[in-house]
T-cell receptor
């Protein structure tokens, strides 16, 4: 299997611009997670989908952040408008069974907002 | 609420020496515990997990971890470290809803020759 695929790997943008991060989970996995990693806060769960339905979005920082999963093989995380404090590495992970906690991570999207 | 504490931000170990990375958790019931490793520029990879049963669990790359309920700990060990083990290590616990992982802040391991 190809693993979890994220794009872009790196994104540099200016404050106020819209950013869209993409994720393709492992085929057959029915749970998808978006995490954000920063030096200060470590790994934070932003949102979790199960069978394409958002289950827990309590980690989404504010209304500027939104996430969708239109089908089992694709998810997006959108930031609009972006701010410098959004600079981080954003990871997508998928899981076959949400109760095992065994997550498979993508390589991450490093976002820099100037 | 569940939480994970990794007391050591950075550890340096000589190649061939033994390693122990500390992890303490806060959880009411029996936790599901994990150790992940992250190499530079990469995503996280599962090293090992504990759900129940034998409190000493074996993982990949020669790592093991021991669950100690009395100490609320799940420390990661390796008897002989290799230079390729230099990475960041994360301890994690499943949240109470059983839906996602809560990660510690991580411990960066450096290996000296």
């Amino acid at each position: 299997d190809a693993g979890v695929i994220q794009s872009p790997r790196h994104e540099v943008t200016e404050m106020g611009q819209e950013v869209t991060l993409r994720c393709k989970p492992i085929s057959g996995h029915n749970s998808l997670f978006w995490y954000r990693q920063t030096m200060m806060r470590g790994l934070e769960l932003l949102i979790y989908f199960n069978n394409n339905v958002p289950i827990d979005d309590s980690g989404m920082p504010e209304d500027r952040f939104s996430a969708k999963m239109p089908n089992a093989s694709f998810s997006t995380l959108k930031i609009q408008p972006s701010e410098p404090r959004d600079s981080a590495v954003y990871f997508c992970a998928s899981s076959k069974d949400r109760n095992t906690g065994e997550l498979f991570f993508g390589e991450g999207s490093r976002l820099t907002v100037l | 609420a569940q939480s994970v504490t990794q007391p050591d931000i950075h550890i340096t170990v000589s190649e061939g020496a033994s390693l122990e990375l500390r992890c303490n958790y806060s959880y009411g019931a029996t936790p599901y515990l994990f150790w992940y490793v992250q190499s530079p520029g990469q995503g996280l990879q599962l090293l090992l997990k504990y759900f129940s049963g034998d409190t000493l669990v074996q993982g990949i790359k020669g790592f093991e971890a021991e669950f100690k309920r009395s100490q609320s700990s799940f420390n990661l060990r390796k008897p002989s470290v290799h230079w390729s083990d230099a990475a960041e290590y994360f301890c994690a616990v499943v949240n109470q809803a059983g839906t996602a992982l809560i990660f510690g802040k991580g411990t960066t391991l450096s290996v000296s020759s």
